[in-house]
């Protein structure tokens, strides 16, 4: 049996998959919600590491260069990730 994961035993994917399709729409909607902000919450600590002294602004614009394409970040916020950086 192979896993859709090379680091995850084929047992502990099955229980895993098995808690996922037990879940209502809106649990999974609300863990997927939980996990982009876990993910964000990353993003935005290597940004201060790497920006200590950025503004609130500023870790937002690089924050959102790290979702959104270059040209919306230039067109919609005036913020060029190629000048700037993300």
Known sequence: MTTLSCDTHPRAEA?????????????????????????QGLA???????????????????LASLWLDAETMRRVWGWDPDVEGY
């Open 15 to 39: 229980v895993m998959i098995e808690i996922l399709r037990r879940m209502t729409p809106a649990q999974r909607l609300q863990r997927s919600f939980a996990l982009r902000d876990a993910a």
């Open 44 to 62: 935005r600590s290597r940004i201060l590491v790497e920006h200590p002294d950025a503004s609130p602004h500023e870790v937002q614009m690089r």
